[in-house]
């Protein structure tokens, strides 16, 4: 038999391109992930003689929730208790997230804390290794891609700014009484693996759900449901955004092919894979007075003005970005446009309605950095050549 003819050099070339930028993400990843550890390090080793450093960096309460979580099911509880209250209460709260981490310390006799750690520096990679998986379609240039992804996980607003010239802001991404580590990727990064992993959910479930859609291919359909579920059963409000974006995706794509029924199946399926979770959510609201209260607690969105000022640059070059992505009929681009405008539509829905308004935040900071990551490459490319020309 004769041997199978070899691929030609272009194809080769092609392969051994994209194993560079695989290795590329991964790379960034880890050197992240390396990099937001060493104010943990630091804590470990500096500790006085005589006190113990708890490892956390910022927010204790939250994360020591989260340690009990993994506690109780490393113990082989699979729904949770409130374990900081004294009323007396059945615990009903389920976490997949939560319930992996334990049964995974149970595995390897680790602490809480351990695997905590670690879930930490896997959802980081994972998180960039997305971001860069993203960026293939928006991009042909191979540094358009890694400018957009460190964009991302690098950039942050003007916080700094705000402080530095006493305004009255309590801008989202530095002031330590108002710090959202959800609105800025690096921050999330930095604390908490529940916020990395659960914007990682978003993006890939916007991104399958978008691409299912206009393919209307039922097998990313079912992928993006399932991720969808896994979202709702982490962070239930960020369901809200996703399916106000898939909806405007769906419109968007039927206004310009006809309106095809199949497409309303596709978004379908999305949908019904993701109800369950979110009932399940309601249920627990409706039934558990204590985890009502915690759901219903009003955490409001800051002004607009305080809004502007922690994305800072980030929003005019992400109008860029997205003026450039709509213009050259980019459907990922026109897909982070839609995402962006109606996720900052969700962070202001009434608080009657959406008590958790301000928890909303979380992810937005991706598609508004994609999006200024690709405006910044595009006037890194063309403000040179406008200033030549006009001299």
Avoid at 24 to 34: E, M, N, P, R, S
Avoid at 54 to 83: C, K, M
Avoid at 299 to 318: K, R
């Amino acid at each position: 038999m004769d041997p199978a003819p070899s691929p030609p050099p272009a194809v080769v070339a092609q392969r051994t391109w994209a194993w560079v930028e695989v290795w590329w993400a991964l790379g960034l990843g880890f050197c992240v992930a390396g990099i937001t550890a060493l104010p943990y390090l630091w804590g470990q080793t500096s500790a006085p003689y005589g006190w113990h450093y708890l490892g956390f960096v910022y927010n204790p309460d939250d994360v020591n929730v989260h340690l009990s979580w993994i506690r109780q099911a490393a113990e082989g509880a699979t729904f949770f208790r409130n374990e900081f209250t004294s009323e007396p209460h059945t615990g009903r709260f389920f976490s997949l997230f939560m319930l992996g981490l334990g049964r995974l310390a149970a595995l390897l006799h680790i602490g809480p804390y351990a695997v905590w750690a670690a879930a930490r520096v896997v959802w980081a990679v994972l998180l960039v290794l997305a971001l860069w998986a993203v960026t293939v379609p928006l991009a042909q240039r191979p540094r358009v891609r890694r400018l957009a992804v460190l964009t991302v996980v690098l950039s942050s607003g003007l916080g700094w700014l705000s402080v530095a010239l006493g305004w009255s802001l309590d801008p989202v991404d530095l002031e330590p009484d108002r710090v959202m580590p959800e609105a800025i990727t690096f921050l999330s990064l930095y604390l908490n693996p529940l916020f990395s992993s659960s914007m990682a959910l978003l993006l890939g479930a916007m991104a399958l759900g978008g691409a299912a859609l206009r393919r209307l291919r039922w097998d990313w359909a079912v992928a993006a449901g399932l991720l969808g579920v896994l979202l709702a059963n982490q962070h239930t409000y960020d369901v809200i955004p996703l399916a106000l974006t898939l909806l405007a995706w769906t419109l968007d794509l039927s206004r310009r092919d006809g309106w095809p029924r199949a497409r309303w199946g596709v978004l379908g399926v999305i949908a019904l894979l993701c109800l369950p979770a979110v009932y399940y959510q309601y249920q627990l609201i409706q039934n558990d007075a204590l985890y009502a209260a915690k759901a219903n607690t009003i955490t409001a969105t800051p002004s607009l003005p305080t809004m502007l000022v922690s994305y800072g640059l980030i929003l005019p070059l992400a109008a860029i970005g997205g003026w450039r992505m709509v213009r050259r009929d980019r459907w990922l681009g026109r897909l982070l446009v839609w995402w962006a405008m109606l996720q900052w539509v969700c962070i202001y829905l009434p608080t009657s309605l959406f008590p958790f308004q301000r928890k909303m935040i979380e992810g937005l900071h991706i598609p508004l950095a994609l999006l200024a990551g690709l405006g910044l490459a595009w006037l890194a490319r063309t403000l040179p050549r406008w200033l030549a020309a006009r001299r």
